[in-house]
Structure formats: C-alpha cells, structure tokens
C-alpha cells in the first residue's frame, strides 16, 4: 500500500456541478472548476482556486454566478494540520503552471503569484544540486 499525501486529506475528481451542494461545511483547500467536453471526455480546467478559511461548498455556490463557463469540479481538501499559508502557496503553484495556458486560463486572470517569482531562476544551468 502506497502512503497518503502529506497535504491531501481527501478528493474528489471530476463531479457534476449539481453535488457541490454535498461537499460537508469547513471544507478547505484547492478546488478547479472544469468544463467536461461530452464528445471527447475530456475536462478543460477553467479555474483553480482555493479556500482556507471558509468552505470550498461556499466558494462554489459563489462561483455558479459568475460568468465562468463550469459543468463539473475536482476538489482536493488538505489535512487539517495544513495552514492558510501552504494553502496559499499551493494555489498559487497551480495557477502559476495555469498561468498563460490559453485555453485553460479564459477566466483565470489572477496573474503571477508573487512569492513564487522570489524563488524563480530560469537559468537551469546556474541550479545547484542540493
């Protein structure tokens, strides 16, 4: 048997938009809003986002007015030993990867995540080991 993740509690892929009135209240951590191509069974990240004070069943609900086009969420809830900081940081990672995808990044316009641009250096030569 394989070990748990250290951050990762708990997830659920790919759910139809309608469940998200069932994730439990509290529920923190990454989310990604999809849009599930039916004729390809493929799911196009719209959005990610995270929650690390109130519940990701919140952020949803919010997220099911907005112009983003959604049929479907992944969620990835973090152990509760996680802070509101390595929250941050790994949304930030994500969106980052997300950053300048064209098709993935429509409506995710948030930009760089600033303390990632601290550690950058794309100077693969100048990398050290260790």
Request: proline share 4%; net charge positive; glycine share 6%.
């Amino acid at each position: 048997m394989s070990p748990s993740p250290k951050f990762i509690k708990r997830c659920a892929e790919w759910i139809p938009r309608e469940e998200s009135r069932r994730i439990p209240p509290a529920t923190r951590g990454i989310y990604a809003l999809l849009d599930h191509r039916r004729n390809k069974n493929k799911y196009d990240v719209v959005y990610v986002g995270m929650t690390a004070r109130s519940s990701v069943g919140r952020r949803l609900a919010r997220h099911k007015n907005s112009k983003k086009i959604w049929n479907h969420f992944s969620i990835f809830e973090v152990r509760d030993t996680i802070g509101e900081e390595q929250i941050l940081e790994l949304e930030g990672l994500f969106r980052e990867i997300y950053r300048k995808d064209s098709a993935a990044n429509r409506f995710n316009r948030i930009g760089k995540y600033k303390k990632l641009q601290n550690v950058r250096n794309d100077d693969l030569k100048s990398w050290k080991r260790g």
